[in-house]
């Protein structure tokens, strides 16, 4: 019961409202009666209290003080009194109550408080009962529908009928959106723009039932409704979800035999694929998303903590999986760790059209996971392989790729191992040891130098190198004067005592350089 609907009490019609007009909506859930100043120190929350306000009648500006606990301790509504003890509140207690909205109900002499406190308490109980009837006829409707095998259709079709209004679910997990009306909505424009409840199972985030209505307003007994088809939906989508993670478990586990290559022949991978309707005949490219320093931050925080950083990572997965399946046709995936791997499957004479699209769609990945989830990716691609047995040698170009992307750009980089140049030759030659002391006696004397004077020779050096040892394309690109240039290259030669326009020299240094990149 509300205080707007108490105003509008066929008993109650000589009573008035004369402060906090707007705050009518507040809830009333019980009636009290005022017998001490202090009296809202037992406020739990919903009263209708009522005084003739004899307590204050020696100092009626004590109401202000009265009314502002009130309001704090959540109490609806104050009815009193007047023309008994005191004829008229002061002008300060009305002003306090419409700045808090906090309504100040007239109470006239002839009713007695059990006149009052009866028929509110009666109206209360019989709503309260009328809610719970209505709540356990909604409960039975949508339980023999779960009964009876109702699918997330059934139970979305069975909501709109008892709300009357359009109702749409959009499924998070497999992108799927009922309502067979509104298949081609925009859903990110339909969550700004209209009412919709989450549907969360253990604090993670599986779909939004949507009013899909102009009409803002949704009355309380929708709202029983609504959460009632909130938990049988809870429900299905456990039951979905589990008949699916018992067909992934096979699926990853095919998978991961693939890219682990733990099948004995390209038979059994014909015949395991058949199983899941795959195709792996017609030339395959290993794909690996890696969220960047994720074990780093998972092991430096709390259990709880931990627990929420997991959810992250299941609902960043869940992006790049609706996103590469809705833009690769029949790609393949499964996780580790924190990565999620995937098998895509271009056309061998479409590959140059494939590598374009698919650093456009990492790209725009790459972007939303860092603007909605504060964590930047790597993303590793393998080189074209046309037969399925060479599958897990594309995989661990991938593994490579992102790797050498991390030392050289540390992360948030899309790297093709194809790209990836004379950095594979450097991988395959030589020890971590033997680069480092290979990097070191061609350009450790100029890193020494910067760090104990201060300078920057190393980056005008790379940017030498980049230019193709050109001064005047590199002085311009730097923004520097050509005879600064000049001077700059003349102090690395001299740092380094190396003639940089000999070629062999150069080499040395180039190399030099590419192996620094790789060792940070």
Same mark, same amino acid.
């Given at each position: 019961?509300?205080?707007?609907?108490?105003?509008?009490?066929?008993?109650?019609?000589?009573?008035?409202?004369?402060?906090?007009?707007?705050?009518?909506?507040?809830?009333?859930?019980?009636?009290?009666?005022?017998?001490?100043?202090?009296?809202?120190?037992?406020?739990?929350?919903?009263?209708?209290?009522?005084?003739?306000?004899?307590?204050?009648?020696?100092?009626?500006?004590?109401?202000?003080?009265?009314?502002?606990?009130?309001?704090?301790?959540?109490?609806?509504?104050?009815?009193?009194?007047?023309?008994?003890?005191?004829?008229?509140?002061?002008?300060?207690?009305?002003?306090?109550?419409?700045?808090?909205?906090?309504?100040?109900?007239?109470?006239?002499?002839?009713?007695?408080?059990?006149?009052?406190?009866?028929?509110?308490?009666?109206?209360?109980?019989?709503?309260?009962?009328?809610?719970?009837?209505?709540?356990?006829?909604?409960?039975?409707?949508?339980?023999?529908?779960?009964?009876?095998?109702?699918?997330?259709?059934?139970?979305?079709?069975?909501?709109?009928?008892?709300?009357?209004?359009?109702?749409?679910?959009?499924?998070?997990?497999?992108?799927?959106?009922?309502?067979?009306?509104?298949?081609?909505?925009?859903?990110?424009?339909?969550?700004?723009?209209?009412?919709?409840?989450?549907?969360? $199972? #253990? %604090?993670? *985030?599986?779909? =939004?039932?949507?009013?899909?209505? /102009?009409?803002? &307003?949704?009355? @309380?007994?929708?709202?029983?409704?609504?959460?009632?088809?909130?938990?049988?939906?809870?429900?299905?989508?456990?039951?979905?979800?589990?008949?699916?993670?018992?067909?992934?478990?096979?699926?990853?586990?095919?998978?991961?035999?693939?890219?682990?290559?733990?099948?004995?022949?390209?038979?059994?991978?014909?015949?395991?694929?058949?199983?899941?309707?795959?195709?792996?005949?017609?030339?395959?490219?290993?794909?690996?998303?890696? $969220? #960047? %320093?994720? *074990?780093?931050? =998972?092991?430096?925080?709390?259990? /709880?903590?931990? &627990?929420?950083? @997991?959810?992250?990572?299941?609902?960043?997965?869940?992006?790049?999986?609706?996103?590469?399946?809705?833009?690769?046709?029949?790609?393949?995936?499964?996780?580790?760790?924190?990565?999620?791997?995937?098998?895509?499957?271009?056309?061998?004479?479409?590959?140059?059209?494939?590598?374009?699209?698919?650093?456009?769609?990492?790209?725009?990945?790459?972007?939303?996971?860092?603007?909605?989830?504060?964590?930047?990716?790597?993303?590793?691609?393998?080189?074209? *392989?046309?037969?399925?047995?060479?599958?897990?040698?594309?995989?661990?170009?991938?593994?490579?790729?992102?790797?050498?992307?991390?030392?050289?750009?540390?992360?948030?980089?899309?790297?093709?191992?194809?790209?990836?140049?004379?950095?594979?030759?450097?991988?395959?030659?030589?020890?971590?040891?033997?680069?480092?002391?290979?990097?070191?006696?061609?350009?450790?004397?100029?890193?020494?130098?910067?760090?104990?004077?201060?300078?920057?020779?190393?980056?005008?050096?790379?940017?030498?190198?980049?230019?193709?040892?050109?001064?005047?394309?590199?002085?311009?690109?730097?923004?520097?004067?050509?005879?600064?240039?000049?001077?700059?290259?003349?102090?690395?030669?001299?740092?380094?005592?190396?003639?940089?326009?000999?070629?062999?020299?150069?080499?040395?240094?180039?190399?030099?350089?590419?192996?620094?990149?790789?060792?940070?």
């Amino acid at each position: 019961m509300k205080v707007e609907d108490l105003m509008s009490y066929p008993l109650f019609d000589d009573f008035e409202i004369i402060a906090g007009h707007k705050g009518i909506d507040r809830e009333i859930t019980t009636v009290s009666v005022m017998d001490a100043p202090d009296i809202y120190k037992w406020m739990k929350g919903g009263e209708f209290l009522m005084t003739t306000g004899y307590i204050m009648k020696e100092n009626p500006l004590d109401f202000k003080n009265l009314i502002i606990n009130l309001d704090k301790m959540g109490a609806s509504a104050l009815g009193i009194k007047l023309k008994r003890f005191i004829d008229k509140l002061p002008q300060e207690v009305i002003d306090i109550a419409d700045r808090l909205n906090f309504p100040i109900v007239f109470i006239p002499l002839k009713y007695s408080f059990v006149d009052v406190i009866n028929p509110i308490l009666s109206e209360i109980i019989n709503k309260q009962a009328r809610t719970l009837l209505y709540s356990q006829k909604i409960h039975n409707s949508f339980t023999e529908l779960v009964i009876d095998g109702g699918s997330i259709e059934k139970i979305i079709k069975t909501l709109t009928k008892i709300i009357n209004k359009n109702i749409i679910y959009y499924d998070i997990y497999f992108d799927k959106i009922y309502g067979a009306a509104y298949i081609d909505v925009d859903i990110d424009n339909v969550l700004d723009n209209y009412i919709y409840y989450p549907i969360k $199972i #253990d %604090n993670i *985030k599986y779909g =939004y039932i949507i009013i899909y209505d /102009e009409q803002k &307003i949704i009355a @309380e007994y929708d709202e029983i409704a609504i959460e009632h088809a909130s938990t049988v939906l809870k429900l299905e989508i456990q039951k979905k979800i589990s008949n699916i993670q018992i067909e992934s478990r096979y699926r990853h586990e095919f998978i991961q035999d693939l890219i682990m290559d733990n099948v004995k022949s390209l038979q059994e991978i014909i015949n395991r694929a058949k199983v899941y309707d795959w195709d792996f005949e017609k030339g395959n490219v290993v794909a690996i998303f890696d $969220i #960047d %320093n994720f *074990k780093g931050q =998972y092991l430096n925080l709390n259990k /709880e903590n931990r &627990i929420e950083l @997991e959810i992250i990572k299941e609902n960043i997965f869940l992006y790049i999986r609706k996103i590469i399946k809705n833009k690769f046709k029949d790609a393949v995936y499964t996780n580790f760790s924190d990565s999620i791997i995937f098998i895509l499957k271009p056309f061998e004479n479409d590959l140059d059209n494939f590598k374009v699209k698919f650093k456009e769609v990492s790209t725009m990945i790459k972007k939303e996971i860092l603007q909605k989830y504060k964590f930047s990716i790597t993303i590793g691609v393998g080189s074209y *392989k046309l037969s399925p047995t060479d599958i897990n040698i594309s995989y661990n170009q991938a593994k490579k790729s992102i790797q050498i992307a991390r030392n050289i750009y540390r992360k948030n980089a899309t790297m093709f191992y194809e790209d990836l140049g004379i950095y594979k030759l450097f991988d395959k030659l030589s020890s971590e040891t033997e680069k480092i002391d290979f990097y070191k006696s061609y350009i450790g004397k100029l890193l020494e130098y910067d760090q104990e004077n201060n300078t920057n020779f190393l980056n005008t050096l790379k940017c030498l190198y980049e230019n193709d040892w050109n001064l005047k394309v590199t002085a311009k690109q730097m923004y520097i004067h050509y005879n600064t240039m000049k001077y700059r290259f003349n102090k690395i030669m001299e740092i380094l005592k190396l003639d940089l326009k000999n070629s062999e020299d150069k080499l040395n240094v180039s190399v030099a350089l590419k192996l620094l990149d790789m060792a940070k």
